[in-house]
């Protein structure tokens, strides 16, 4: 119902800056929260971000506040993921999800991108 797709990612120096970005198709007149999650190999995918529905409202987890920045644009369909000070522990495939209660379980999310993979060398 909705697809979304992440771009952005690719091999970068530790200290560098990228900008991840995610559109969305399909059922884009609906409301959702938005956030990004990580997976790194044999881990878990875990929470990064949220956005809310408004674009007021923004959640980060405590590794990368400071560093990382949600945002979106409603009339483009889009959200980014910036991120600054990369550090080779942010080494990963990035995805993008919809929800529409949010929170920090990836089971709260029932639309996910394909995952656009960072990688963060020393």
């Known amino acids: 119902q909705v697809h979304l797709v992440e771009s952005g990612g690719g091999l970068v120096q530790a200290g560098d800056s990228v900008r991840l970005s995610c559109v969305a198709s399909?059922?884009?007149?609906?409301?959702?929260?938005m956030g990004w999650f990580r997976q790194a190999p044999g881990k878990e995918r875990d929470f990064v971000a949220s956005?809310?529905?408004?674009?007021?409202?923004?959640i980060y987890v405590d590794s990368v506040k400071g560093r990382f920045t949600i945002s979106r644009d409603r009339a483009r369909n889009m959200v980014f993921l910036q991120m600054n000070s990369l550090k080779p522990k942010d080494t990963a495939v990035y995805y993008c999800?919809?929800?529409?209660?949010?929170?920090?379980?990836?089971?709260?999310?029932?639309?996910w991108g394909q995952g656009t993979r960072v990688t963060v060398s020393s």
């Open positions: 399909g059922r884009t007149d609906s409301s959702y929260v």
């Open positions: 956005i809310s529905k408004t674009g007021i409202n923004t």
């Open positions: 999800a919809a929800s529409w209660v949010g929170g920090s379980s990836g089971a709260k999310y029932p639309y």
